[in-house]
């Protein structure tokens, strides 16, 4: 990997449990969560025609999970200069050069960017937390900026999501429960509608922790709220459906 060696804190993980792609991760930088891994299994994709926007990629997570399901073309979209450049070298890395490229850039430019040149898909894990007191953002500048609303707010993503998708294109993002009428608000002011939403939980006896939501750009009113996911049994294993998104299910 003479290329692709590691820096600094970096580590080289499998992406998955079938050891067939991997992924340069730093703990003090970015590693992905199942946030990641839950938005690229929920998201509908085209497989053989279209093309994918990636939004707040960090180290190119969802692109290359997606990989796995679709041929199309997929570009993603990172503001932090470091994570970017791990995101290129894991592209490389499983030489996936042909089908996803990267852009250093700040998601809000995209849409001048890109002008007329839509998405059939925009997918996005966004930073989560509104936190504008400095005491309750992380030390770590890198953490702070991907978990934190610092250089985008939830509208800010959802506009450039409205605009970067085709009419009758999708959006799927995961965000927290707490934000989801924020999010069903916002999707209908920038004409993207609601169509498909799931609350995954912790445990059975728990509160929803994760909100996945799709919807389309300029589609009518039709929002269909699937089965629960629980992520753990009782005994702290991962329930099989969770087992079955983690080891590759297709």
């Given at each position: 990997m003479n290329k692709l060696q590691l820096k600094e804190d970096e580590r080289l993980d499998n992406l998955l449990a079938d050891e067939t792609m991997k992924i340069i991760q730093s703990q003090s930088a970015f590693a992905f969560s199942l946030d990641a891994v839950l938005l690229a299994d929920?998201?509908?994709?085209?497989?053989?025609?279209?093309?994918i926007l990636d939004l707040c990629s960090g180290n190119a997570v969802i692109p290359l999970l997606l990989s796995r399901k679709?041929?199309?073309?997929?570009?993603?979209?990172?503001?932090?200069?470091?994570?970017?450049?791990?995101?290129?070298?894991?592209?490389r890395l499983n030489k996936l050069e042909d089908q996803i490229s990267m852009i250093h850039g700040d998601l809000k430019d995209m849409p001048t960017r890109f002008g007329n040149n839509k998405f059939d898909v925009v997918t996005v894990n966004p930073p989560y937390f509104q936190t504008?007191?400095?005491?309750?953002?992380?030390?770590?500048?890198?953490?702070?900026?991907?978990?934190h609303e610092i250089f985008c707010t939830l509208e800010d993503v959802v506009k450039a999501c409205s605009r970067l998708a085709k009419s009758g294109g999708k959006v799927a993002m995961v965000h927290r429960p707490a934000r989801l009428m924020?999010?069903?608000?916002?999707?209908?002011?920038y004409k993207i509608e609601p169509k498909?939403?799931?609350?995954?939980?912790?445990?059975?006896?728990?509160?929803?922790?994760?909100?996945l939501i799709?919807?389309?750009?300029?589609?009518?009113?039709?929002l269909k709220i699937l089965p629960p996911l629980f992520a753990f049994y009782d005994n702290d294993q991962y329930s099989e459906e969770l087992e079955g998104i983690l080891y590759g299910k297709q």
């Amino acid at each position: 990997m003479n290329k692709l060696q590691l820096k600094e804190d970096e580590r080289l993980d499998n992406l998955l449990a079938d050891e067939t792609m991997k992924i340069i991760q730093s703990q003090s930088a970015f590693a992905f969560s199942l946030d990641a891994v839950l938005l690229a299994d929920f998201a509908k994709i085209p497989l053989k025609k279209g093309k994918i926007l990636d939004l707040c990629s960090g180290n190119a997570v969802i692109p290359l999970l997606l990989s796995r399901k679709t041929n199309v073309p997929i570009t993603g979209v990172e503001i932090q200069a470091r994570l970017y450049d791990m995101a290129e070298r894991n592209v490389r890395l499983n030489k996936l050069e042909d089908q996803i490229s990267m852009i250093h850039g700040d998601l809000k430019d995209m849409p001048t960017r890109f002008g007329n040149n839509k998405f059939d898909v925009v997918t996005v894990n966004p930073p989560y937390f509104q936190t504008k007191n400095k005491a309750h953002q992380n030390e770590n500048h890198y953490l702070t900026i991907a978990r934190h609303e610092i250089f985008c707010t939830l509208e800010d993503v959802v506009k450039a999501c409205s605009r970067l998708a085709k009419s009758g294109g999708k959006v799927a993002m995961v965000h927290r429960p707490a934000r989801l009428m924020d999010i069903l608000t916002l999707f209908r002011q920038y004409k993207i509608e609601p169509k498909r939403m799931r609350l995954v939980y912790p445990k059975k006896d728990k509160e929803a922790n994760i909100v996945l939501i799709e919807g389309i750009r300029d589609g009518k009113p039709d929002l269909k709220i699937l089965p629960p996911l629980f992520a753990f049994y009782d005994n702290d294993q991962y329930s099989e459906e969770l087992e079955g998104i983690l080891y590759g299910k297709q």
